[in-house]
């Protein structure tokens, strides 16, 4: 039985957030080690006799914003399409909407990958010895040290957010000569030196996204302050009789409409005043906070385990070994790479690599960009639930730009009020469907990705934040979908269509493979849940009372979940045969997460259909696992409460969709890439369905070890956050819950529910007290 009491709070852990080692340089991007300051991003090879790091710059887009993306013809055959379907003539309206309703994509652009900054040792080559490199997660700074040819090397390199650059010190036991340079031909530049400066201004042109002819002005530079002396050369630095050096990397771009040398002129001079050992001081004390605001303890590994490099540990856990550390250090990589990628103040959210651009999104058959029909929102998925949301307010602004774009296309693809937008976006907020069918014309995109506004509010309950940004945003799209649903004539339902259920495909009576339906699932499920918060929101302001009756109206007339013939959910309104039945996306299990329409408590049956719906797609030939696939599975199975059938999926994703460096990726030979692709959203989608294993919570309710794998018998973890504004600890033993304290807000309710599987109990509490519970 639950029992409660009043306590002081405590907050933190012993347990640090982890490290990554290696007993060796990396030789890959997939081996080299990640920092970022939400803007500047380098990946650190710490060779032995080169060092690399490998830039990439959120702002540096190819491309260029454009009004003339929406077909000119759309408009005017939309009524027909829309006829055809609901005739069943799904072939031929497939065929129609392929001529009239995609968009163009002429400069649509990507982020592109910056050139690499070299440190080239002079000298014989000769053996290294003592040779370790690592990633601190407590600190953001990765280090190496070994030894050659008698002398001793030691490196720091990290990306401080709050100076804006990024800080290599290299030190030496006796005096070394060195040069300094940027190498690889990924954009057009030119390179010169005045000084102690190496400055690089180029041009983000490429032809595979855009037209070879637009995109931003970029200007790299790299300063370096030393103990030696600095020689600038044609394209390179020298740096001779050197034990200590600090190389201080900023970059600008014109994205905005600045100046690109403002920004990296300004950011090295500061830099360069400061001194390394300020530099780091300014560094921790803007990082640490937020990392140590959540610490994940799930048991001890062997010691033999702990002992072995990170590429090691991953490759015996992926053959089935058990490392409870690799897990939670994991976890917190997944923390890190948020904090990295994006703070309040980035210009742009994250994009599918976030701010490490690996060259082979943007180059190739799919852009480094915003995907909204699951990747990005992915992206944010540890952002609230660990501690971190207010990293999610570089979205929302750029939310509004997509706003001002969609209501554009609103108007002049479906001559509709409020706005719109579809699968795929850029830095300029490109709404209009995409440039081919079958993935396309994801209609309810915005309202999936606005979702997230939603989620912050109920985290934080701040009813200016939901007057000021969310509302706005959220009622402008209700109005589009108020104009935009179609009564089906056999049923009254209001259905959402011409529109795809991302990224799938359906076999029509014909045999024909078709996309394109009226009212797939996963429309009904996010329109539902745009009115419903929409009208939520509106009862909390005290707003748009008549605006509140029609939305619950419209939801009254939405058509209703559906089961199938195989017992599975279905995708689509008929029920038809997948004709990919292996393909990745279940996009209507939405219902599942990050909605709660479908529950194993509150519709049993539909909960039972969502699992035969991902044991059918597993069991299919060809499944296409990859990494954000497992992580959303996690996320289902943690809402379906199965926790043992989440940790398979975790893994996978560790390891079989994950690298050395820990890095997730989108394995070849799916969505028509080559080779692995770098992607964010396995590693952050994946941090936040372990939290969700933890601790889960509905606004009235929040509930502790609601899906706790037996594979975790002991274990804690501090500084989770519930809707309402709470943070929960948690501690358990062999299964079962030992302890939870529960902080309160200052401004809350008078009352808490609090659920341990069948046991719920009401606590009365005091606004900004901690509430210790017990089993």
Not at 181 to 197: M, Q, Y
Not at 582 to 596: D, F, G, K, N, Q
Not at 656 to 676: Q, R, W
Not at 718 to 733: F, K, M, N, P, Q
Request: net charge negative; proline share 5%.
């Amino acid at each position: 039985m639950l029992r409660h009491e009043v306590v002081q709070p405590l907050r933190g852990s012993s347990e640090g957030p982890g490290r990554l080692w290696y007993s060796q340089p990396a030789q890959r991007w997939f081996e080299a080690l990640p920092i970022g300051n939400g803007r500047l991003g380098g990946m650190v090879y710490s060779g032995d006799r080169v060092e690399r790091i490998q830039l990439s710059e959120s702002t540096a887009w190819s491309g260029a914003p454009s009004t003339a993306d929406v077909s000119p013809t759309a408009l005017r055959f939309l009524p027909e399409i829309r006829e055809l379907l609901l005739n069943g003539r799904y072939a031929e309206a497939q065929a129609l909407a392929g001529k009239h309703l995609l968009g163009t994509q002429a400069s649509f652009g990507t982020n592109v990958p910056l050139p690499d900054l070299l440190v080239q040792y002079d000298g014989e080559d000769g053996p290294t010895s003592a040779y370790e490199r690592s990633l601190d997660l407590a600190d953001a700074i990765v280090r190496c040290r070994y030894e050659q040819g008698g002398i001793s090397f030691s490196r720091e390199v990290f990306a401080s957010h709050a100076n804006g650059v990024i800080v290599a010190q290299l030190t030496s036991s006796s005096p070394t000569t060195f040069r300094v340079l940027f190498s690889g031909e990924v954009i057009p530049a030119e390179v010169s030196t005045e000084g102690d400066t190496i400055l690089l201004r180029g041009h983000t042109y490429e032809e595979l996204h855009s037209n070879g002819q637009v995109g931003t002005t970029v200007d790299l530079r790299a300063r370096v302050v030393t103990s030696g002396t600095v020689r600038s050369e044609a394209d390179h630095l020298l740096v001779e009789n050197a034990t200590t050096a600090t190389i201080l990397i900023a970059v600008g771009t014109d994205l905005f409409g600045e100046d690109p040398a403002v920004r990296p002129a300004q950011l090295l001079d500061q830099a360069a005043a400061a001194g390394f050992e300020a530099l780091r001081q300014a560094h921790l004390e803007d990082y640490a906070p937020l990392m140590q605001r959540v610490g994940l303890h799930l048991g001890q590994s062997d010691s033999a385990v702990q002992a072995l490099p990170t590429d090691e540990r991953r490759a015996l856990f992926a053959k089935g070994g058990e490392d409870p550390e690799l897990v939670a250090l994991y976890f917190q990589f997944g923390r890190y790479l948020t904090i990295a990628g994006t703070r309040e103040d980035s210009p742009l959210p994250l994009a599918l690599q976030g701010v490490w651009n690996d060259g082979r999104a943007s180059g190739g058959p799919w852009t480094n960009d915003f995907h909204l029909d699951i990747n990005t929102q992915q992206n944010y998925w540890a952002a609230e639930i660990t501690g971190l949301g207010e990293l999610q307010q570089p979205l929302f602004r750029w939310i509004e730009t997509l706003r001002a774009s969609g209501r554009r296309t609103a108007a002049d693809m479906y001559g509709a009020p409020g706005w719109v937008s579809h699968t795929v976006s850029n830095a300029w907020g490109y709404s209009a469907p995409g440039s081919g069918l079958g993935w396309g014309l994801h209609v309810t995109s915005g309202i999936w990705i606005s979702l997230q506004l939603w989620e912050h509010f109920e985290y934080n309950r701040d009813l200016g934040f939901l007057a000021d940004q969310a509302y706005p945003v959220l009622r402008e799209a209700a109005e589009f979908f108020l104009a935009y649903l179609t009564e089906d004539p056999a049923t009254g339902w209001l259905l959402s269509g011409p529109s795809d259920s991302p990224e799938n495909w359906y076999l029509s009576p014909e045999g024909d493979q078709c996309s394109l339906s009226m009212g797939a699932t996963c429309d009904r499920v996010l329109v539902e849940a745009l009115f419903r918060i929409c009208g939520e929101a509106s009862e909390l302001l005290g707003v748009d009372a008549e605006f509140r009756r029609a939305l619950f109206d419209a939801r009254g007339k939405l058509s209703p979940f559906r089961v199938g013939k195989h017992g599975q959910l279905q995708e689509w309104l008929i029920d038809f045969d997948e004709a990919v039945p292996s393909h990745r996306h279940t996009t209507h299990l939405v219902a599942l997460y990050p909605e709660r329409q479908i529950t194993p408590r509150d519709t049993p049956e539909l909960a039972r259909a969502a699992e035969v719906t991902i044991e059918r797609r597993q069991a299919a030939d060809g499944w296409e696992q990859t990494e954000w696939v497992e992580a959303n599975l996690m996320a289902y199975y943690a809402r379906l409460l199965q926790g043992d059938r989440a940790v398979q999926h975790l893994r996978g994703l560790i390891g079989d969709a994950s690298e050395h460096n820990l890095m997730s990726y989108s394995v070849a030979g799916i969505a028509g890439v080559e080779e692995n692709v770098y992607s964010f959203d396995g590693n952050s989608g994946g941090t936040g369905a372990i939290a969700e294993l933890l601790v889960q919570s509905t606004g009235t309710e929040i509930e502790l070890l609601p899906a706790l794998p037996t594979s975790w018998p002991d274990g804690s973890v501090h500084g989770l956050r519930a809707r309402g504004g709470y943070t929960v600890d948690v501690s358990w033993r062999a299964g079962h819950l030992e302890r939870a304290l529960i902080a309160t807000p200052t401004e809350g309710p008078a009352s808490l529910r609090v659920r341990l599987g069948d046991e719920v109990i009401d606590l009365p509490v005091e606004p900004g007290s901690t509430v210790a519970i017990t089993d």
